[in-house]
């Protein structure tokens, strides 16, 4: 995450994950239907997706590995470093579409007050 990154850079900060569980977060790749680029698209997500270019990631960006931790190679720091062991909190993304009028109005309430 950020925060690894801003302490390889020299700064008083560090990232821990709650003996519960860190919150389960994902970015994705995705192709756009109007992609006039499917096959290239499909190459690179094939390759980001190989364990050694998420150990990559992991080690130089700080993300957490989409893979299974064995397949990377990172040590007992590294991963630690990115992610944990410990089952993590799924957020409950299903909210989202079912509720979103009633997400929408809390989050406004609490950003205007």
């Known amino acids: 995450d950020v925060t690894g990154l801003a302490k390889a850079d020299g700064h008083p900060v560090r990232s821990t994950f709650p003996k519960e569980g860190g919150i389960l977060d994902s970015g994705c790749w995705a192709v756009s239907k109007a992609s006039q680029k499917l096959e290239e698209a499909h190459v690179f997500i094939d390759y980001m997706s190989q ?3 998420q150990a ?3 080690r130089k960006v700080g993300t957490a590995p989409t893979v299974k931790r064995e397949l990377t190679g990172l040590s007992d720091d590294e991963f630690a470093a ?3 062991d410990i089952d993590p909190v ?3 993304y299903d909210l989202y579409q079912n509720r979103s ?3 929408n109005q ?3 309430e609490l950003i205007v007050g």
Do not use: A, Q, Y
């Open 51 to 53: 364990p050694e270019i």
């Open 56 to 58: 990559l990631m992991s």
């Open 82 to 84: 990115v992610s944990s």
């Open 90 to 92: 799924v957020p409950r």
């Open 101 to 103: 009028d009633w997400l």
């Open 106 to 108: 809390k989050w406004t």
